[in-house]
């Protein structure tokens, strides 16, 4: 090996942003093949599923989605809850560390709130191809607001939740003590928009009162919940993968971390299994468009999404892989989180998709509607989906590198 | 014998000192990769970074090992005997002994089961 | 004192149909016989008015409506024949697309009907008085309408992003690619209403008198006598989501 001449720099003083931006890009440009191979897929990807959202934008929704008057909301609306979930979860699990100061989820923190970033922009990319007008939600969110909509304070929460998250981020990257207050500040904002925002999200379906199947005042409480789950299998998912892409050898403090957010896991999968099997229950006592919702998700149609996706590797997998785990075995606890994101997003599907299912006038007889309706997603929205994911994964390994797999601890 | 200190719950307002003996060290942190030679690590995404943020690269273990120029500041206490352990343990409460991250200088850290 | 409520409880006496006036009885007889005719979907709730549900509250049944003039719209529903000539009006006379619909004729079918199988059942926005797309919409497109209590769209606010069509217990809203908006019926209001006409396209051209248009706050109105009235069942669709629609269903 030719010793290469290393600049003799015994203390790198960071000041500035722009200049970490900068080596952090540099460094992005130092690499090898099958790393950049990946990244150069997922970025193929991207541009090909932002080809079809182009399309699908100018030959208009109607046409290129699956959507009808009767399911208005569709997989992308899914796709969104999805994300935007991901990121509350990530956020709420890591805050317990740099907000509440507990020690030992210190180590996850960063990663996780870059992460919670780039899923938030995720879910509003997804988003932004299903509105019809995303424009005209920028002067009307701000000129005519509805403070009696859900979506309103959904959407301005998360907007905030960008702002002042994407500010925490950069103080992170700064390392400076002096700012750790306000550091620890700005996650306690963040926080508080987040948690606010995802279950007013959930209120987004809990309060309409016309659709029995979302309607009740526990969606948004589950949404929480469901938010936390879905950030720590994150938090397992990436921690796991960037400590591949890295080769680094995990130190203790870190899999302490990861111990700790395992456990959180398991306990909010319990939480879910619970919730979705009182409402299940009650459900079944309720009204008669409740009860054919139910019967549709459990038995017909989508059967096999709840059975084996939503319950199998949902909650069920994830839940004794982790008791087998024993919270140690990091490989066990992996492999969990791959079924469990693969369930959860089936959970979002069902969600949207069977509250809408069953006919406005079924209880009439009427023949100009099945009394369950279908819906299926065309490729202009599967391709959506597939191109945000792609963007996260992107994402997720560009930060790996520029930011050093988000090594340095919040002190 | 060299510890690093610290809390399992740092306030948002705290952040100085775990505890009154501790004193503020330059350490050196040691960056362990999971790969067997430094041949095979000039393959990888991360080897240009590995190497030239660190000095004295070798083989141990199977893993490779360097220590990192840039030194990391952390909070040290020197305990030396087991009646010093005791004492400091009676006088900030339980503590945790647990491996500290890599470091050259310290290989141990004590955590005080208590926020400041 | 509890010994005096026990006599007295013992003491009652069956009244009994006996002595019910025979007047009294014949009257009965006649709804008895009214819900078999509109049995067909089964959604009658009782025999008496519903007019409480569709109002803001039932204290103000006898005292105000809360929009004056309060329109509303009385449905005729056994005189539908399902002619469609209102859904072309409509159609024309708020350039409605083909692929979206203001107002619609649903065709019921009950194959355990004792007499006719088959009933129509027009269909249109209700302009709730608890709307719920009114309180879902985030920024205000659709609003009630704090004259008339249509519910109405500014279509230039609509952001596309539907959740009053999926709040929407109707199913009365569609995506209107042409307007970039959401559209639905506002009781022609911008095509005929604001200009002086009185009476809804719908109503004007439907042949058999089912559409029934008016001001419901007016006691002078056919449509506030079809609905304060107790011999014949008056309904609204889905009472229970509290939406209280301002159209009801009556038969003639």
């Known amino acids: ?411 | 014998m060299k510890f690093i200190v610290s809390r399992t719950r740092v306030p948002l307002w705290s952040k100085g000192k775990p505890c009154d003996e501790a004193v503020e060290e330059e350490l050196t942190p040691l960056d362990y990769r999971m790969v067997p030679s430094i041949q095979e690590a000039k393959k990888k995404i991360w080897f240009k970074e590995w190497w030239e943020g660190g000095v004295n690269h070798r083989e141990e273990n199977g893993m490779i090992v360097c220590e990192k120029k840039q030194k990391e500041k952390n909070w040290v206490i020197e305990i030396n005997t087991h009646e010093d352990l005791i004492k400091f343990q009676e006088k900030y409460g339980e503590i945790m002994n647990l491996d500290s991250p890599p470091y050259k200088e310290v290989k141990k850290e004590i955590r005080i089961l208590r926020a400041k | 004192m509890f010994k005096g409520i026990k006599d007295w409880l013992l003491n009652l006496k069956n009244e009994g149909v006996e002595k019910v006036p025979d007047e009294t009885k014949r009257e009965f007889l006649k709804i008895g016989l009214i819900i078999t005719g509109v049995f067909a979907g089964g959604s009658l709730f009782s025999v008496i008015s519903r007019v409480a549900e569709g109002l803001a509250s039932s204290e103000e049944l006898h005292k105000s409506y809360p929009y004056k003039p309060h329109y509303s719209m009385v449905f005729k529903i056994d005189r539908c024949i399902d002619c469609e000539l209102c859904m072309e009006a409509c159609r024309k006379t708020n350039h409605v697309p083909d692929y979206g619909w203001r107002t619609m004729i649903l065709r019921r079918y009950d194959e355990s009907a004792l007499d006719q199988k088959t009933m129509f059942m027009p269909i249109l926005c209700n302009h709730c008085n608890n709307p719920p797309c009114v309180r879902a919409c985030p920024t205000k497109a659709t609003y009630k309408d704090k004259k008339t209590g249509i519910v109405r769209m500014a279509y230039d606010k609509c952001i596309g992003c539907k959740t009053c069509m999926v709040a929407c217990p109707y199913n009365v809203r569609y995506f209107n690619e042409e307007k970039h908006a959401v559209d639905k019926c506002d009781f022609c209001w911008e095509s005929r209403l604001s200009k002086g006409i009185t009476i809804t396209a719908c109503a004007e051209a439907c042949p058999a008198g089912v559409r029934i248009f008016g001001d419901l706050s007016d006691p002078g109105s056919e449509v506030y006598k079809l609905v304060h009235q107790l011999a014949k069942p008056v309904w609204v669709l889905k009472p229970e989501t509290g939406a209280k629609p301002n159209v009801f269903y009556t038969i003639s």
């Not at chain 1, 998360?158 to 994407?166: D, E, I, P, R, S």
């Not at chain 1, 008791?323 to 693969?342: D, E, Y």
């Open chain 1, 1 to 411: 090996m030719s010793e290469k001449k290393n600049p003799v720099v015994t203390e790198v003083e960071v000041t500035t942003f722009s200049q970490i931006w900068l080596t952090s890009l540099l460094e992005f440009l130092s690499g090898t093949r099958a790393f950049y191979f990946l990244v150069g897929i997922a970025a193929l990807v991207v541009l090909i599923a932002a080809m079809f959202a182009v399309n699908a934008m100018y030959t208009g929704y109607r046409h290129a989605y699956g959507l009808t008057r009767e399911i208005p909301w569709g997989i992308l609306i899914s796709g969104y809850v999805f994300f935007v979930l991901t990121s509350s979860g990530l956020c709420i699990v890591s805050s317990i560390g740099h907000v509440f100061g507990v020690k030992s989820f210190m180590p996850i923190a960063k990663r996780s709130v870059y992460l919670s970033l780039v899923t938030v922009v995720a879910g509003f990319t997804v988003i932004f191809f299903d509105l019809e007008n995303p424009f005209r939600l920028l002067i009307w969110n701000i000129l005519s607001p509805n403070l009696t909509s859900n979506i309103w304070w959904m959407g301005t929460l998360y907007g905030a939740y960008l702002f002042f998250m994407a500010l925490e981020f950069l103080l992170l990257l700064l390392e400076k003590h002096r700012y750790a207050m306000l550091s620890g500040l700005l996650g306690l904002i963040s926080l508080i928009a987040e948690v606010a925002a995802s279950s007013n999200l959930g209120a987004v379906f809990g309060m309409l009162h016309g659709r029995e199947f979302w309607y009740g005042p526990y969606i948004p409480i589950y949404f929480i919940a469901s938010a936390a789950a879905s950030g720590c299998t994150a938090i397992i998912f990436f921690t796991y993968l960037g400590y591949k892409i890295t080769a680094e050898k995990m130190d203790r403090a870190m899999e302490l971390s990861l111990q700790a957010v395992g456990k959180i896991w398991a306990l909010f999968l319990a939480v879910l299994m619970f919730f979705t099997t009182w409402k299940i229950i009650t459900g079944f006592v309720g009204g008669e468009g409740k009860v054919l919702a139910l019967k549709e998700w459990l038995t017909g149609k989508y059967a096999l999404n709840f059975w084996l996706f939503e319950v199998g590797f949902g909650l069920l997998i994830p839940f004794f892989l982790l008791l087998i785990s024993g919270f140690k075995n990091l490989n066990q606890m992996f492999v969990a989180s791959v079924f469990a994101f693969i369930g959860i997003f089936f959970m979002r599907v069902d969600l949207v998709v069977v509250g809408q299912i069953v006919s406005h006038y079924f209880e009439f007889k009427v023949t100009d509607f099945p009394v369950i309706l279908s819906y299926k997603p065309s490729i202009y929205e599967i391709m959506i989906i597939v191109g945000a994911i792609a963007f996260c994964m992107m994402a997720f390994l560009v930060g790996e590198k520029v930011f050093k797999g988000h090594k340095t601890e919040i002190h």
